[in-house]
Protein backbone atom coordinates (compact mmCIF):
# COMPACT_ATOMS: atom_id res chain seq x y z
CA UNK A 1 0.00 0.00 0.00
CA UNK A 2 1.14 3.37 -0.60
CA UNK A 3 0.04 6.24 1.50
CA UNK A 4 -0.07 9.85 -0.20
CA UNK A 5 0.35 13.15 1.42
CA UNK A 6 0.44 16.95 -0.48
CA UNK A 7 2.58 19.50 1.63
CA UNK A 8 3.83 22.71 1.09
CA UNK A 9 6.84 22.10 2.88
CA UNK A 10 8.74 19.38 3.90
CA UNK A 11 11.81 19.02 5.67
CA UNK A 12 14.47 15.69 5.14
CA UNK A 13 16.15 15.44 8.61
CA UNK A 14 20.25 14.41 8.71
CA UNK A 15 20.00 11.87 5.79
CA UNK A 16 23.02 11.02 3.93
CA UNK A 17 22.78 12.95 0.86
CA UNK A 18 24.01 11.20 -2.27
CA UNK A 19 24.34 12.91 -5.50
CA UNK A 20 25.52 12.11 -8.67
CA UNK A 21 24.85 14.37 -10.73
CA UNK A 22 26.41 16.78 -8.63
CA UNK A 23 29.24 14.80 -7.03
CA UNK A 24 27.46 14.85 -3.18
CA UNK A 25 28.00 12.43 -0.53
CA UNK A 26 27.51 14.66 2.56
CA UNK A 27 25.08 14.08 5.99
CA UNK A 28 22.55 16.95 5.42
CA UNK A 29 19.25 18.27 5.53
CA UNK A 30 16.84 18.83 2.58
CA UNK A 31 14.01 21.45 2.73
CA UNK A 32 11.29 21.28 0.17
CA UNK A 33 8.81 24.81 -0.22
CA UNK A 34 5.99 24.50 -2.52
CA UNK A 35 7.74 21.77 -4.53
CA UNK A 36 10.89 22.65 -5.07
CA UNK A 37 14.27 22.59 -3.26
CA UNK A 38 14.77 25.52 -0.89
CA UNK A 39 17.42 26.92 2.07
CA UNK A 40 14.80 26.44 5.14
CA UNK A 41 11.81 24.93 5.05
CA UNK A 42 8.52 26.69 5.41
CA UNK A 43 6.21 27.01 8.63
CA UNK A 44 4.56 23.77 10.03
CA UNK A 45 6.88 21.46 7.76
CA UNK A 46 5.96 17.77 7.54
CA UNK A 47 9.32 16.29 9.22
CA UNK A 48 10.84 13.73 8.30
CA UNK A 49 13.91 12.26 10.27
CA UNK A 50 15.96 10.09 7.81
CA UNK A 51 18.93 9.64 10.13
CA UNK A 52 20.45 6.48 8.51
CA UNK A 53 18.99 6.63 5.61
CA UNK A 54 19.90 7.81 1.85
CA UNK A 55 18.34 10.43 0.61
CA UNK A 56 18.61 10.45 -3.37
CA UNK A 57 17.43 11.89 -6.80
CA UNK A 58 14.71 9.86 -7.68
CA UNK A 59 15.52 6.59 -8.83
CA UNK A 60 14.69 6.01 -13.25
CA UNK A 61 13.71 2.49 -14.64
CA UNK A 62 14.15 2.88 -18.41
CA UNK A 63 12.68 -1.17 -18.87
CA UNK A 64 9.29 -1.78 -17.71
CA UNK A 65 6.58 -3.03 -19.41
CA UNK A 66 3.07 -1.95 -18.29
CA UNK A 67 1.07 -3.32 -20.34
CA UNK A 68 -1.44 -0.89 -21.00
CA UNK A 69 -3.02 -0.50 -23.29
CA UNK A 70 -4.74 -3.95 -24.03
CA UNK A 71 -3.13 -6.45 -21.56
CA UNK A 72 -4.64 -4.84 -18.36
CA UNK A 73 -5.04 -8.32 -17.02
CA UNK A 74 -1.27 -8.89 -16.79
CA UNK A 75 -0.83 -4.86 -15.42
CA UNK A 76 -2.05 -1.07 -15.87
CA UNK A 77 -0.41 2.12 -15.71
CA UNK A 78 -1.83 2.38 -12.48
CA UNK A 79 -0.58 -0.57 -10.47
CA UNK A 80 2.62 -0.71 -12.44
CA UNK A 81 3.26 2.44 -11.49
CA UNK A 82 2.69 2.02 -7.75
CA UNK A 83 4.60 -1.11 -7.75
CA UNK A 84 7.44 1.53 -9.31
CA UNK A 85 6.64 4.06 -5.99
CA UNK A 86 6.67 1.54 -3.89
CA UNK A 87 10.41 0.51 -5.39
CA UNK A 88 11.67 3.87 -4.96
CA UNK A 89 11.05 4.94 -8.88
CA UNK A 90 10.29 8.30 -9.69
CA UNK A 91 10.11 7.75 -13.69
CA UNK A 92 9.86 4.64 -15.70
CA UNK A 93 10.01 4.18 -19.80
CA UNK A 94 7.64 1.75 -21.17
CA UNK A 95 7.76 -1.24 -23.87
CA UNK A 96 6.06 -0.52 -26.71
CA UNK A 97 4.77 -4.12 -27.11
CA UNK A 98 1.82 -3.53 -25.73
CA UNK A 99 -2.06 -4.19 -27.63
CA UNK A 100 -1.78 -1.81 -30.44
CA UNK A 101 1.80 -1.39 -29.85
CA UNK A 102 3.09 2.21 -29.05
CA UNK A 103 3.47 2.92 -32.87
CA UNK A 104 1.43 5.76 -33.74
CA UNK A 105 0.79 9.03 -31.82
CA UNK A 106 -2.76 8.37 -30.29
CA UNK A 107 -0.53 5.59 -28.42
CA UNK A 108 1.51 7.71 -27.38
CA UNK A 109 -0.27 10.76 -26.03
CA UNK A 110 -3.23 8.09 -24.13
CA UNK A 111 -0.11 6.56 -22.15
CA UNK A 112 1.04 10.05 -20.97
CA UNK A 113 -2.66 10.77 -20.19
CA UNK A 114 -3.41 7.98 -18.44
CA UNK A 115 -0.29 7.88 -16.40
CA UNK A 116 -0.97 11.49 -15.44
CA UNK A 117 -3.97 10.56 -14.29
CA UNK A 118 -3.36 7.11 -12.72
CA UNK A 119 -0.04 6.80 -11.97
CA UNK A 120 2.22 7.26 -8.89
CA UNK A 121 5.50 8.17 -11.13
CA UNK A 122 6.62 9.93 -14.54
CA UNK A 123 6.12 7.77 -17.23
CA UNK A 124 8.38 8.06 -20.55
CA UNK A 125 6.92 5.87 -23.56
CA UNK A 126 9.63 4.07 -25.58
CA UNK A 127 7.80 3.66 -28.84
CA UNK A 128 7.84 1.02 -31.69
CA UNK A 129 11.23 1.19 -34.13
CA UNK A 130 8.91 -0.27 -36.77
CA UNK A 131 4.70 -0.26 -37.69
CA UNK A 132 3.28 -3.30 -35.53
CA UNK A 133 6.66 -4.11 -33.98
CA UNK A 134 6.26 -6.32 -37.19
CA UNK A 135 10.33 -5.65 -38.34
CA UNK A 136 8.99 -4.14 -41.52
CA UNK A 137 8.31 -0.38 -41.72
CA UNK A 138 10.50 2.40 -39.77
CA UNK A 139 7.95 4.33 -37.27
CA UNK A 140 7.54 8.39 -38.08
CA UNK A 141 10.28 8.98 -35.45
CA UNK A 142 9.73 12.61 -35.97
CA UNK A 143 5.93 12.57 -35.11
CA UNK A 144 6.20 9.97 -32.19
CA UNK A 145 8.91 12.43 -30.72
CA UNK A 146 6.52 15.25 -30.94
CA UNK A 147 3.76 13.55 -29.01
CA UNK A 148 6.36 12.57 -26.01
CA UNK A 149 8.27 9.34 -26.71
CA UNK A 150 11.27 8.99 -25.50
CA UNK A 151 13.30 6.37 -27.49
CA UNK A 152 12.44 3.84 -29.80
CA UNK A 153 12.67 0.20 -29.60
CA UNK A 154 10.84 -2.81 -31.14
CA UNK A 155 11.48 -4.71 -27.29
CA UNK A 156 10.20 -8.42 -27.14
CA UNK A 157 12.03 -8.69 -30.83
CA UNK A 158 15.47 -7.44 -32.03
CA UNK A 159 14.67 -5.51 -35.82
CA UNK A 160 16.02 -8.60 -37.68
CA UNK A 161 15.91 -7.08 -41.14
CA UNK A 162 19.80 -4.86 -41.56
CA UNK A 163 18.12 -2.61 -43.90
CA UNK A 164 15.30 -1.76 -41.66
CA UNK A 165 17.47 -1.28 -39.36
CA UNK A 166 20.11 1.15 -41.20
CA UNK A 167 17.09 2.91 -41.91
CA UNK A 168 16.14 3.29 -38.30
CA UNK A 169 19.55 4.65 -37.66
CA UNK A 170 19.56 7.58 -40.39
CA UNK A 171 16.37 8.17 -39.05
CA UNK A 172 17.52 8.43 -35.35
CA UNK A 173 21.09 9.88 -36.28
CA UNK A 174 19.12 12.78 -38.27
CA UNK A 175 17.01 13.95 -34.92
CA UNK A 176 19.25 12.72 -32.56
CA UNK A 177 16.76 10.21 -30.43
CA UNK A 178 17.84 6.66 -28.79
CA UNK A 179 17.37 3.31 -30.52
CA UNK A 180 16.76 0.80 -27.77
CA UNK A 181 17.72 -2.76 -29.40
CA UNK A 182 16.54 -5.86 -27.71
CA UNK A 183 19.12 -7.81 -28.95
CA UNK A 184 18.49 -11.13 -30.11
CA UNK A 185 18.19 -12.87 -34.08
CA UNK A 186 15.55 -15.11 -34.28
CA UNK A 187 17.56 -17.34 -36.72
CA UNK A 188 20.08 -17.91 -34.52
CA UNK A 189 18.01 -17.94 -31.05
CA UNK A 190 15.86 -20.66 -32.71
CA UNK A 191 12.79 -21.09 -30.11
CA UNK A 192 15.00 -21.15 -27.42
CA UNK A 193 13.52 -21.20 -24.06
CA UNK A 194 16.25 -21.07 -21.70
CA UNK A 195 20.02 -20.64 -21.90
CA UNK A 196 22.01 -23.10 -24.19
CA UNK A 197 24.32 -24.87 -22.07
CA UNK A 198 24.32 -27.75 -19.57
CA UNK A 199 20.84 -27.09 -17.66
CA UNK A 200 18.58 -27.06 -20.78
CA UNK A 201 20.28 -30.46 -22.21
CA UNK A 202 19.83 -31.54 -18.61
CA UNK A 203 15.83 -31.02 -18.64
CA UNK A 204 15.78 -31.05 -22.54
CA UNK A 205 14.57 -28.13 -22.90
CA UNK A 206 15.14 -25.98 -26.56
CA UNK A 207 18.57 -23.80 -25.57
CA UNK A 208 18.71 -20.01 -26.32
CA UNK A 209 22.40 -19.92 -28.14
CA UNK A 210 24.16 -16.35 -26.80
CA UNK A 211 25.03 -15.69 -30.19
CA UNK A 212 21.69 -14.30 -31.10
CA UNK A 213 22.41 -11.30 -28.97
CA UNK A 214 26.56 -10.91 -29.52
CA UNK A 215 25.92 -11.30 -33.45
CA UNK A 216 22.88 -8.62 -33.07
CA UNK A 217 25.05 -6.19 -30.98
CA UNK A 218 27.73 -6.59 -33.73
CA UNK A 219 25.54 -5.63 -36.76
CA UNK A 220 24.22 -2.93 -34.73
CA UNK A 221 27.58 -1.69 -33.26
CA UNK A 222 28.60 -1.20 -37.24
CA UNK A 223 25.68 0.23 -38.17
CA UNK A 224 26.07 3.49 -35.13
CA UNK A 225 29.74 3.96 -36.73
CA UNK A 226 28.07 3.99 -40.05
CA UNK A 227 25.51 6.13 -39.01
CA UNK A 228 26.52 8.57 -36.24
CA UNK A 229 23.00 7.02 -34.46
CA UNK A 230 22.83 6.56 -30.69
CA UNK A 231 22.53 3.05 -29.73
CA UNK A 232 21.55 1.20 -26.02
CA UNK A 233 21.75 -2.12 -25.66
CA UNK A 234 18.44 -3.44 -23.85
CA UNK A 235 19.46 -6.08 -21.02
CA UNK A 236 22.95 -7.27 -21.64
CA UNK A 237 23.05 -10.80 -20.77
CA UNK A 238 26.47 -12.29 -22.03
CA UNK A 239 30.09 -11.79 -21.35
CA UNK A 240 31.22 -11.20 -24.98
CA UNK A 241 28.08 -8.80 -25.23
CA UNK A 242 29.75 -6.34 -22.82
CA UNK A 243 32.97 -6.90 -24.15
CA UNK A 244 31.56 -5.63 -27.49
CA UNK A 245 30.40 -2.46 -25.91
CA UNK A 246 32.80 -1.41 -23.90
CA UNK A 247 34.86 -1.70 -27.53
CA UNK A 248 32.72 0.66 -28.97
CA UNK A 249 32.62 2.69 -25.87
CA UNK A 250 36.53 2.98 -26.41
CA UNK A 251 36.23 3.74 -30.24
CA UNK A 252 34.10 6.92 -29.18
CA UNK A 253 30.86 5.51 -30.86
CA UNK A 254 27.46 7.17 -28.77
CA UNK A 255 26.73 3.60 -27.80
CA UNK A 256 25.44 2.27 -23.81
CA UNK A 257 24.24 -0.57 -22.14
CA UNK A 258 21.85 -1.42 -19.50
CA UNK A 259 21.75 -4.83 -17.42
CA UNK A 260 18.46 -6.17 -15.60
CA UNK A 261 18.75 -6.91 -11.54
CA UNK A 262 18.39 -10.73 -11.97
CA UNK A 263 21.05 -10.88 -14.27
CA UNK A 264 23.46 -9.51 -12.20
CA UNK A 265 22.51 -11.95 -9.62
CA UNK A 266 20.96 -15.44 -11.20
CA UNK A 267 22.36 -18.19 -13.50
CA UNK A 268 20.83 -20.88 -15.21
CA UNK A 269 21.19 -22.89 -12.44
CA UNK A 270 18.28 -21.08 -11.19
CA UNK A 271 16.17 -22.70 -13.86
CA UNK A 272 17.26 -26.50 -12.42
CA UNK A 273 13.79 -26.36 -11.07
CA UNK A 274 12.20 -25.48 -14.25
CA UNK A 275 9.75 -22.93 -12.41
CA UNK A 276 8.83 -20.88 -14.77
CA UNK A 277 9.07 -17.79 -13.03
CA UNK A 278 13.09 -18.16 -13.79
CA UNK A 279 11.98 -18.05 -17.35
CA UNK A 280 12.81 -14.73 -19.27
CA UNK A 281 14.22 -12.99 -22.76
CA UNK A 282 17.22 -12.85 -22.41
CA UNK A 283 17.85 -16.09 -19.95
CA UNK A 284 19.38 -16.20 -16.95
CA UNK A 285 23.02 -17.09 -18.42
CA UNK A 286 25.89 -18.94 -16.42
CA UNK A 287 28.22 -17.55 -13.87
CA UNK A 288 31.19 -16.02 -16.13
CA UNK A 289 28.35 -13.46 -17.59
CA UNK A 290 26.79 -12.39 -14.11
CA UNK A 291 30.51 -11.87 -13.35
CA UNK A 292 31.00 -10.03 -16.83
CA UNK A 293 27.90 -8.12 -16.07
CA UNK A 294 29.19 -6.92 -12.87
CA UNK A 295 32.53 -5.76 -13.89
CA UNK A 296 30.53 -4.18 -16.72
CA UNK A 297 28.74 -2.29 -13.98
CA UNK A 298 31.94 -1.41 -12.52
CA UNK A 299 34.51 -0.05 -15.37
CA UNK A 300 31.28 1.94 -17.05
CA UNK A 301 30.96 -0.31 -20.08
CA UNK A 302 27.32 -0.97 -18.79
CA UNK A 303 25.61 2.38 -17.54
CA UNK A 304 22.39 1.21 -15.89
CA UNK A 305 20.35 -1.10 -14.32
CA UNK A 306 16.84 -1.70 -15.09
CA UNK A 307 14.06 -4.18 -14.15
CA UNK A 308 12.52 -5.25 -17.61
CA UNK A 309 9.54 -5.44 -15.06
CA UNK A 310 7.47 -7.85 -17.31
CA UNK A 311 4.29 -9.20 -15.53
CA UNK A 312 2.17 -11.79 -16.63
CA UNK A 313 -0.68 -13.54 -15.12
CA UNK A 314 -0.31 -16.83 -13.10
CA UNK A 315 -2.49 -18.72 -15.02
CA UNK A 316 -0.48 -17.87 -17.73
CA UNK A 317 2.99 -18.75 -16.23
CA UNK A 318 1.45 -22.22 -14.88
CA UNK A 319 1.32 -23.18 -18.66
CA UNK A 320 5.26 -24.98 -17.48
CA UNK A 321 8.63 -23.58 -18.90
CA UNK A 322 8.25 -24.75 -22.00
CA UNK A 323 5.09 -23.12 -22.80
CA UNK A 324 4.73 -19.87 -20.25
CA UNK A 325 5.91 -16.26 -21.45
CA UNK A 326 9.12 -15.03 -20.79
CA UNK A 327 9.53 -12.33 -18.05
CA UNK A 328 9.48 -11.50 -14.34
CA UNK A 329 8.45 -8.53 -11.91
CA UNK A 330 10.77 -6.44 -10.76
CA UNK A 331 9.74 -3.23 -10.12
CA UNK A 332 9.40 -4.03 -6.28
CA UNK A 333 12.62 -5.97 -5.76
CA UNK A 334 15.22 -4.17 -8.20
CA UNK A 335 16.81 -2.10 -5.13
CA UNK A 336 17.64 -5.07 -2.94
CA UNK A 337 18.39 -7.87 -5.70
CA UNK A 338 20.96 -5.17 -7.08
CA UNK A 339 22.62 -4.26 -3.15
CA UNK A 340 22.82 -8.12 -3.30
CA UNK A 341 24.73 -8.66 -6.03
CA UNK A 342 26.49 -5.03 -5.88
CA UNK A 343 27.05 -3.79 -2.46
CA UNK A 344 27.27 -7.23 -0.13
CA UNK A 345 29.01 -8.72 -2.42
CA UNK A 346 32.04 -5.74 -1.97
CA UNK A 347 32.15 -4.80 -5.27
CA UNK A 348 30.66 -0.68 -4.67
CA UNK A 349 28.80 0.53 -2.36
CA UNK A 350 25.30 3.40 -2.15
CA UNK A 351 26.84 6.01 -4.50
CA UNK A 352 27.75 3.55 -7.13
CA UNK A 353 24.40 1.80 -6.90
CA UNK A 354 22.33 5.42 -6.34
CA UNK A 355 24.56 6.24 -9.96
CA UNK A 356 23.21 3.42 -11.74
CA UNK A 357 19.40 4.05 -10.61
CA UNK A 358 19.60 7.52 -11.53
CA UNK A 359 22.35 9.22 -13.60
CA UNK A 360 22.89 5.88 -15.13
CA UNK A 361 19.51 6.29 -17.23
CA UNK A 362 18.82 9.97 -17.35
CA UNK A 363 21.95 10.18 -19.45
CA UNK A 364 21.45 7.31 -21.55
CA UNK A 365 17.90 8.94 -22.27
CA UNK A 366 19.08 12.42 -22.60
CA UNK A 367 17.00 13.76 -19.97
CA UNK A 368 17.47 16.64 -18.27
CA UNK A 369 19.45 15.79 -14.89
CA UNK A 370 17.20 16.32 -11.59
CA UNK A 371 19.98 17.05 -8.77
CA UNK A 372 18.63 17.82 -5.32
CA UNK A 373 19.84 21.54 -5.47
CA UNK A 374 18.36 24.87 -4.32
CA UNK A 375 15.84 26.21 -7.16
CA UNK A 376 15.43 22.66 -8.93
CA UNK A 377 11.97 21.09 -8.83
CA UNK A 378 11.75 18.38 -5.82
CA UNK A 379 12.25 14.78 -7.70
CA UNK A 380 14.01 12.17 -4.64
CA UNK A 381 13.93 9.06 -3.44
CA UNK A 382 14.49 7.64 0.78
CA UNK A 383 15.68 4.52 0.74
CA UNK A 384 16.28 2.26 4.09
CA UNK A 385 19.71 0.45 3.20
CA UNK A 386 20.13 -1.81 5.67
CA UNK A 387 16.70 -3.05 6.30
CA UNK A 388 16.34 -6.14 6.30
CA UNK A 389 13.18 -7.93 4.31
CA UNK A 390 11.17 -11.04 2.70
CA UNK A 391 9.88 -10.79 -0.55
CA UNK A 392 6.10 -12.08 -0.18
CA UNK A 393 5.51 -11.31 -4.14
CA UNK A 394 1.38 -11.57 -2.66
CA UNK A 395 1.90 -8.00 -0.84
CA UNK A 396 3.14 -6.59 -4.38
CA UNK A 397 1.37 -3.73 -5.78
CA UNK A 398 2.26 -4.64 -9.32
CA UNK A 399 -0.59 -7.18 -10.32
CA UNK A 400 2.42 -9.88 -11.91
CA UNK A 401 3.22 -12.44 -8.75
CA UNK A 402 6.25 -14.22 -11.37
CA UNK A 403 9.21 -13.18 -9.46
CA UNK A 404 12.24 -15.83 -8.99
CA UNK A 405 12.60 -14.14 -5.44
CA UNK A 406 9.67 -15.21 -3.28
CA UNK A 407 10.95 -15.77 0.22
CA UNK A 408 14.45 -14.33 0.13
CA UNK A 409 16.18 -12.06 2.01
CA UNK A 410 16.87 -8.64 1.03
CA UNK A 411 18.74 -5.88 2.69
CA UNK A 412 18.00 -2.45 1.43
CA UNK A 413 14.35 -0.87 0.44
CA UNK A 414 12.99 2.93 -0.52
CA UNK A 415 11.05 3.92 1.88
CA UNK A 416 9.67 7.31 0.44
CA UNK A 417 9.39 9.23 -2.82
CA UNK A 418 9.13 12.84 -3.14
CA UNK A 419 7.86 14.08 -6.66
CA UNK A 420 7.01 18.54 -6.41
CA UNK A 421 5.42 18.67 -3.02
CA UNK A 422 3.97 15.02 -3.17
CA UNK A 423 5.46 12.65 -0.56
CA UNK A 424 4.85 8.51 -1.16
CA UNK A 425 5.69 6.00 1.46
CA UNK A 426 5.89 2.38 0.97
CA UNK A 427 3.94 1.22 3.97
CA UNK A 428 6.45 -1.52 4.99
CA UNK A 429 9.60 -0.05 5.15
CA UNK A 430 8.00 3.38 5.79
CA UNK A 431 6.38 2.09 8.77
CA UNK A 432 9.51 0.28 10.11
CA UNK A 433 11.22 3.73 10.12
CA UNK A 434 8.71 5.10 12.23
CA UNK A 435 7.73 7.70 8.78
CA UNK A 436 4.06 6.19 9.17
CA UNK A 437 2.84 5.66 12.78
CA UNK A 438 1.34 2.17 13.84
ZN1 LIG B 1 13.47 -7.28 -24.35
Known sequence: MLNIHEYSSILIHGGRVIDPYCGRDEVADVAIVGGRYTERAGAGAREIDAAGLIVCPGLADMHVHLRE???SHKETIETGTAAAAAGGFTLVACMPNTTPPIDSPDVVRWIIERSRETGYCEVAPVAAITRGRAG?????????????????????A?????????AAFQQAARLDTLLIQHCEFRHISAGGVMHLGEVSRRLGLPGL????EEAMI???????????GRYHVAHISTAKAVELVRRAKREGLPVTAEVCTHHLLLTDEACAGADPNTKMHPPLRQRDDVDACRRGLL?????????????????????????????????????????????ATGAAGWPELVRW????????LSRPPHPIQHGQEANLTIVHPTHRWVVRPDDFLSKGRNAPFGGWRLTGQAVATIRGGRLLLTSHSATDCGLIPI
Open 299 to 343: DGAIDCIVTDHAPHTSAEKAAGFLKAPAGIVGLETALGVAADAMI
Open 136 to 156: KDVTDFAALLEAGAVAFSDDG
Open 69 to 71: PGQ
Open 209 to 212: DPRS
Open 357 to 364: FTAGPSRA
Open 158 to 166: GVDDEAVML
Open 218 to 228: ERDIDLSRKTG
